[in-house]
């Protein structure tokens, strides 16, 4: 049983769109292998739609437009972004899904919340349904206050939460995202009772702060957020990754503040495709991702703190959502 409250509503799928999932999807054995092959070494041959899953700005809309026009160069094809947000991000999903598996259908994808998507409620997919290609950019959250907050320490908040179970506040960026996760455990593993209050993404999530409306928020650290701590109009308290980031100094780990569990809130984006795109094809596409992060220009567009040391391929991104499922799937099966 949950010791937490989440408050907010969550949207749901439409009906309709839901009927439709995977209707208009080919058959991936209904192409013979020489067909299948020579539209991989044709690929692309017209335009490509490559769909985000939230609203225009914020860190998944930079990172599929920045990837979308590298891949537009690289492979010599139109790439059409398209926002398409809702039900927190099943919309995006969806479509996708609905516009084919030849490879001219793709769409962004937030890790973990996709993958936590179909463990929480009927989204007319699993995640099966879905191939990751490569991650573009992963960033890792921070836990802040107000300004004119009366806790100065992440010690004093959870001290505070603990003594008053549920009565604090904290706004995270939609109930199916890593934020969103990790304060449900921090009640479970660590019985810090907190109320997650989800939000529409950075923006909704800072007027709240800023106006008091929540007690603290767990967000991502982008460049908004960055630019808020230096003003001083948000204190961090602690972050979230295993090992601290350079760009948040003197900020303690959650895994320091004695909470060694709690090191998953790190939100991945990257590129996907549906599960029968031809192999082929999402071999072509993830070199063309790969090639495109080794650009300078792109790095800076979406900021170097954020692009992976690393390349992380198909192989390496399913890792990474299969060892998500793995750690929260327990915790929304008991929901």
Same mark, same amino acid.
């Given at each position: 049983?949950?010791?937490?409250?989440?408050?907010?509503?969550?949207?749901? $799928?439409?009906?309709?769109?839901?009927?439709?999932?995977?209707?208009?999807?080919?058959d991936p054995g209904a192409a013979g292998g020489a067909d299948a092959g020579d539209a991989a070494a044709e690929y692309p041959s017209e335009q490509i739609t490559?769909?985000?899953?939230?609203?225009?700005?914020?860190?998944?809309?930079?990172?599929?437009?920045?990837?979308?026009?590298?891949?537009?160069?690289?492979?010599?094809?139109?790439?059409?972004?398209?926002?398409?947000?809702?039900?927190?991000?099943?919309?995006?999903?969806?479509?996708?899904?609905?516009?084919?598996?030849?490879?001219?259908?793709?769409?962004?994808?937030? $890790?973990?919340?996709?993958?936590?998507?179909?463990?929480?409620?009927?989204?007319?997919?699993?995640?099966?349904?879905?191939?990751?290609?490569?991650?573009?950019?992963?960033?890792?959250? $921070?836990?802040?206050?107000?300004?004119?907050?009366?806790?100065?320490?992440?010690?004093?908040?959870?001290?505070?939460? &603990?003594?008053?179970?549920?009565?604090?506040?904290?706004?995270?960026?939609?109930?199916?995202?890593?934020?969103?996760?990790?304060?449900?455990?921090?009640?479970?593993?660590?019985?810090?009772?907190?109320?997650? #209050?989800?939000?529409?993404?950075?923006?909704?999530?800072?007027?709240?702060?800023?106006?008091?409306?929540?007690?603290?928020?767990?967000?991502?650290?982008?460049?908004?957020?960055?630019?808020?701590?230096?003003?001083?109009?948000? $204190?961090?308290?602690?972050?979230?990754?295993?090992?601290?980031?350079?760009?948040?100094?003197? #900020?303690?780990?959650?895994?320091?503040?004695?909470?060694?569990?709690?090191?998953?809130?790190?939100?991945?984006?990257?590129?996907?495709?549906?599960?029968?795109?031809?192999?082929?094809? #999402?071999?072509?596409?993830?070199?063309?991702?790969?090639?495109?992060?080794?650009?300078?220009?792109?790095?800076? &567009?979406?900021?170097?703190?954020?692009?992976?040391?690393?390349?992380?391929?198909?192989?390496?991104?399913?890792?990474?959502?299969?060892?998500?499922?793995?750690?929260?799937?327990?915790?929304?099966?008991?929901?």
């Amino acid at each position: 049983m949950h010791h937490i409250r989440m408050t907010g509503a969550v949207l749901l $799928v439409p009906a309709l769109l839901l009927a439709g999932c995977g209707s208009d999807t080919a058959d991936p054995g209904a192409a013979g292998g020489a067909d299948a092959g020579d539209a991989a070494a044709e690929y692309p041959s017209e335009q490509i739609t490559l769909y985000v899953p939230y609203a225009p700005g914020g860190p998944t809309d930079l990172a599929a437009r920045t990837t979308g026009e590298c891949l537009q160069e690289e492979l010599g094809q139109t790439v059409v972004v398209e926002n398409r947000a809702g039900a927190s991000g099943s919309l995006g999903m969806q479509a996708m899904l609905q516009g084919g598996d030849d490879g001219y259908s793709l769409s962004l994808i937030a $890790v973990p919340a996709t993958a936590t998507n179909p463990l929480q409620m009927e989204v007319g997919y699993t995640n099966e349904d879905y191939v990751p290609i490569a991650a573009v950019t992963e960033i890792p959250s $921070v836990l802040a206050v107000g300004e004119d907050s009366e806790y100065a320490t992440a010690e004093e908040l959870f001290e505070a939460a &603990r003594a008053n179970p549920g009565e604090l506040s904290v706004g995270i960026p939609g109930a199916t995202t890593s934020q969103a996760m990790e304060i449900l455990r921090l009640a479970e593993l660590y019985d810090v009772e907190l109320t997650g #209050v989800p939000f529409n993404g950075n923006a909704e999530m800072t007027t709240a702060l800023l106006g008091g409306n929540v007690d603290a928020v767990f967000i991502n650290a982008s460049e908004d957020v960055l630019q808020n701590i230096d003003a001083g109009s948000f $204190v961090p308290l602690a972050q979230s990754p295993e090992e601290p980031v350079s760009y948040l100094p003197d #900020v303690p780990t959650l895994a320091e503040l004695d909470f060694p569990e709690l090191t998953s809130s790190v939100s991945v984006f990257g590129l996907s495709a549906p599960a029968s795109t031809p192999e082929a094809i #999402v071999e072509k596409l993830e070199s063309a991702v790969q090639t495109c992060l080794d650009k300078p220009e792109v790095i800076e &567009r979406l900021d170097e703190r954020y692009v992976p040391d690393e390349f992380i391929g198909t192989d390496a991104f399913k890792e990474r959502i299969d060892a998500i499922v793995e750690a929260y799937g327990p915790i929304l099966e008991q929901g």
